[in-house]
């Protein structure tokens, strides 16, 4: 218990220091290992499994916002290969001919650093509401790849290949109408969070596990089993806190598995240079597949760093006796730096493109692919961006008066569902500056922003006023505190989401339209 209050203490210690500084607390957590380790404070059976609960449950709800059919696609499916076999490659000539490792710990290593986190890009995602961004579905199909190779690598290493048994997991596709109605019948409360715990953590986890298969790939793929049902996000939801929680023990377990002393540390520093060819890389296969330059360099970014799984191939060459017990200090301090340095880069990731995007358009290719271009809204006269609760009951109420208002949304899913039902909603990404730049908006008098995210909606007014959009801006806020930045970002009314729903939100902008049509 004492070794436990520690942990906790240090880790929410570092973890506010960090948010203090404009760091991701995951920063400070990792430090707070870090530091534990060098006064001689080492992981335990408990923390682990905190750990590895919490990388399950993130996974699990990471599944629950993604269709697999909008994920295998060719930049996902050939390009996650080309660029772990460019890597490996390359890193093997360097460790075999710079370093003058031995061939099969060269190959090792250049195997254990050619992934990319899982976690880290999950949860940057995640935090951002980017899951189902056209980037962002780019970047989980590559690390979804990435992840079945590591588990054929740890396959191989062993010498143990997945259980014939394991075809049985094929049957919780017919049992998929039964986990839906359980989840119908689960209510509101604990027992919806028990039943989640239940899918991530035991049929997710464990019985992939026990079929010699990845517990990391079976909670992400049951979670993409439940995506398409009505309470998934609710369910995720509920599990929030609790993944939050525990995935504070997986960042403190990357940090207490090394005793970063000054050789291991210029080490790993120089290491992570590599993590920028690897960004570039990235970037380059995705151009060659036709993304635009900003999706490219999105995608890219997520993927700027080391991975989880490469301590775990890493391990299982320390107990074959092909790598040193040095190395697993050397590559877990290295993982650590590279979750450092790129939490806060993509933090900030559409500013850097904002500030890069003039050169970095030169690399795009004339033609883009499918989803990643330009739309036309027609001859529209009201946008609603963000086509959920509130932006729904705007588009509905508008669409009652005989107004000519368009949807949009950067959930294909949701698109869909809409334009089932009878609705105008075109897929588009609110964040996305060339999107903006390349949309005519002659005929547009009201741009209605209805997105979850602050972030997206002050982006979207910037752009708005910076390509002489002289119309009305209306949106939504959850804080009051998130005022001031939407006013001094050109938005014209601001609708506090407490204050009503969606229809009046609608009907206030109308009477701004009716204003300024008098």
Request: charged share 15%; aromatic share 10%.
């Amino acid at each position: 218990m004492a070794t436990a209050s520690i942990w906790l203490s240090f880790a929410f210690m570092l973890g506010l220091v960090m948010r203090q500084v404009g760091l991701p607390p995951l920063v400070g957590y990792l430090a707070a290992g870090f530091i534990l380790s060098i006064y001689g404070f080492e992981s335990n059976d408990i923390l682990e499994e905190v750990a590895h609960a919490g990388v399950l449950l993130l996974l699990f709800s990471v599944g629950l916002k993604l269709r697999l059919k909008t994920l295998f696609r060719m930049e996902i499916l050939a390009g996650s290969l080309m660029h772990m076999l460019i890597t490996i490659v390359l890193l093997y000539l360097i460790l075999t001919t710079v370093v003058q490792l031995d061939s099969q710990l060269a190959l090792m290593v250049a195997i254990a650093l050619s992934f990319s986190s899982t976690v880290v890009a999950a949860k940057v995602l995640e935090s951002k509401r980017e899951l189902r961004a056209f980037h962002g579905r780019v970047a989980i199909g590559i690390l979804i790849m990435q992840d079945m190779v590591a588990v054929a690598v740890l396959s191989i290493g062993n010498g143990v290949a997945p259980s014939p048994w394991a075809l049985v997991l094929f049957g919780l596709l017919f049992v998929r109408p039964v986990m839906f109605r359980l989840l119908d019948i689960s209510g509101h409360g604990e027992l919806v969070v028990l039943y989640g715990l239940l899918l991530a953590l035991v049929i997710g986890g464990s019985s992939f596990e026990y079929f010699g298969l990845s517990s990391e790939l079976g909670a992400l793929l049951l979670g993409v089993m439940l995506s398409s049902h009505k309470r998934a996000v609710e369910l995720s939801n509920s599990l929030w806190s609790l993944k939050e929680i525990m995935l504070v023990g997986f960042f403190l377990q990357i940090g207490l598995l090394g005793h970063p002393n000054l050789e291991i540390l210029q080490q790993a520093l120089l290491i992570n240079i590599f993590i920028l060819f690897k960004t570039l890389l990235f970037f380059t296969i995705l151009i060659l597949f036709k993304l635009r330059a900003r999706s490219s360099f999105l995608a890219s970014l997520s993927l700027a760093t080391y991975s989880e799984f490469g301590l775990i191939v890493a391990n299982m060459g320390v107990a074959k006796g092909w790598l040193d017990s040095e190395w697993m200090t050397l590559l877990a301090v290295t993982v650590a730096i590279s979750f450092t340095i790129a939490a806060p880069l993509n933090r900030h990731a559409h500013e850097i493109y904002e500030r890069i995007e003039r050169f970095l358009l030169r690399f795009e290719l004339s033609k883009s692919h499918p989803d990643d271009e330009p739309i036309n809204i027609g001859n529209s006269h009201i946008m609603v961006m963000g086509m959920g609760r509130i932006g729904t009951g705007a588009y509905d109420l508008l669409t009652q008066h005989q107004e000519r208002v368009i949807g949009l949304d950067s959930d294909p899913i949701k698109v869909e569902m809409h334009r089932q039902k009878g609705r105008r909603v075109l897929y588009a990404d609110a964040e996305d500056p060339g999107f903006w730049a390349k949309l005519k908006l002659e005929g547009v008098h009201t741009v209605m922003l209805a997105m979850p995210e602050l972030t997206a909606k002050v982006l979207a007014a910037k752009q708005l006023r910076k390509i002489g959009f002289t119309g009305t801006i209306t949106t939504t806020v959850v804080f009051e505190e998130e005022m001031p930045q939407l006013q001094q970002a050109g938005a014209d009314f601001i609708y506090n989401y407490y204050d009503g729903v969606g229809a009046s939100f609608a009907q206030r902008s109308m009477e701004l339209i009716a204003e300024q049509k008098t």
